[in-house]
C-alpha cells in the first residue's frame, strides 16, 4: 500500500520561497514517476513538475523558471523548491506517484496521491 505525506506547505510574503516535501512509503515497483500536482482555489488541478527513476523530468512551461523539482531517493522523498512565489501561486500542493507514465503531467493518470498540502502567497 502506497502512502504519500506532504510537508512544507505555510503561509508566505509574495517573493518568498518554500520547500514542499512528500515522503513516499510502500512504494516496491522497480521505477516511478513521481510528481507535484496543485489545485489553485475554484480552479481544475494542474501539474507543476515531475520527475522519473531516470531522473528526467517534466515542468509547466509557466512554472519552470521558479519551481525545482528533486528526489531523495536514499529518504524515498519528494521535493518542491519553489521561489519568488506569487500570489496566484496560492493553492493546495499534492504529491502523486505512480510507474510507467514517463514524466506525465497528466492527474488522472496517477493512482497514488497525497493529502495535500497548503501554500498561500499573500
Known amino acids: 500500500h502506497v502512502q504519500l505525506v506532504e510537508s512544507g506547505g505555510g503561509s508566505v510574503q509574495a517573493g518568498g520561497s518554500l520547500r514542499l516535501s512528500c515522503a513516499a512509503r510502500?512504494?516496491?515497483?522497480?521505477?516511478?514517476?513521481m510528481g507535484w500536482f496543485r489545485r489553485p482555489p475554484g480552479k481544475e488541478r494542474e501539474g507543476i513538475a515531475v520527475?522519473?527513476?531516470?531522473?528526467?523530468?517534466a515542468y509547466a512551461e509557466s512554472l519552470k523558471d521558479r519551481f525545482t523539482i528533486s528526489v531523495d531517493n536514499a529518504k524515498n522523498t519528494l521535493y518542491l523548491q519553489m521561489n519568488s512565489l506569487k500570489p496566484e501561486d496560492t493553492a493546495m500542493y499534492y504529491c502523486?506517484?505512480?510507474?510507467?507514465?514517463?514524466?506525465?503531467?497528466?492527474?488522472?493518470?496517477?493512482?497514488?496521491w497525497g493529502q495535500g498540502t497548503q501554500v498561500t502567497v499573500s
Open positions: 510502500g512504494y516496491t515497483y522497480d521505477t516511478y514517476c
Open positions: 520527475i522519473d527513476s531516470d531522473s528526467d523530468t
Open positions: 502523486a506517484a505512480d510507474y510507467g507514465l514517463g514524466t506525465s503531467l497528466v492527474a488522472n493518470e496517477y493512482n497514488y
